[in-house]
């Protein structure tokens, strides 16, 4: 069965160090989303790609980067992560019509 | 932008009652509304969706309807059962994205 995998599930790391979450698919969608959720918020977007190469930005975000470098793959980089970052992080995907979206396990992150 | 509110917050019912969640939408564009169930732990479950030339959608003990000239659209879960408790969110929207709503945390009283 086609599934969206996420990794690491949890993570803690420091203030200032890099991070990058991997999210990994198989349903061969073109369309791929991150996400954080916080208390209070749902889910806020902050970065989506259309395909290949394709990477723009969301809602919120400031402090991170995409890439995509093949259909599978979107992975989500902190640059020099920040205690406000620490959250549960989900990726997405959709198909075609861009509209149905279907979420990874997540990530959850602290930043101490 | 889309700004989505999600009511209630927290809905408390017994088990075999009815629950309804109500979402209201800001943009008219938007043509795409789905309800998802999060789970404690695991990631948001598309449980059932709806556009714009539809006025009601039902899949055995769930159904969505929407307003498209009042800007809202609901969940219905009729004959409630434990497995149901968890937190719901809506998020309208379409080919240009979906905002969701802040969640209802669903709570099935024994």
């Known amino acids: 069965d086609a599934e969206i995998t996420q990794s690491p599930r949890h993570k803690i790391t420091e203030t200032g160090r890099q991070v990058t979450l991997a999210c990994h698919q198989t349903?061969?969608?073109?369309?791929m989303f991150w996400y954080r959720q916080d208390l209070g918020h749902g889910l806020r977007l902050i970065h989506y790609s259309y395909g290949v190469q394709d990477t723009n930005k969301g809602e919120v975000s400031d402090g991170y980067s995409v890439s995509r470098s093949n259909t599978e793959d979107l992975p989500l980089t902190l640059e020099s992560a920040a205690s406000s970052q620490t959250s549960v992080y989900f990726c997405a995907t959709a198909d075609r019509s861009r509209d149905t979206q279907y979420f990874g396990p997540g990530t959850r992150l602290t930043v101490l | 932008g889309e700004n989505v509110e999600q009511h209630p917050s927290t809905l408390s019912v017994q088990e075999g009652d009815s629950a309804v969640i109500k979402c209201t939408y800001s943009?008219?564009?938007?043509?795409?509304f789905p309800w998802y169930k999060q789970e404690l732990g695991k990631g948001p479950q598309l449980i059932i969706d709806i556009r714009s030339n539809v006025g009601e959608k039902k899949d055995q003990r769930i159904a969505v309807t929407l307003n498209k000239t009042a800007k809202h659209f609901s969940l219905h879960i009729t004959e409630t059962q434990p497995e149901d408790s968890a937190v719901y969110f809506c998020?309208?929207?379409?080919?240009?994205?979906?905002?969701f709503g802040k969640g209802t945390h669903l709570i099935i009283q024994p």
């Open positions: 349903w061969n969608h073109n369309n």
């Open positions: 943009d008219s564009a938007s043509n795409y």
């Open positions: 998020g309208p929207g379409g080919a240009d994205g979906l905002t």
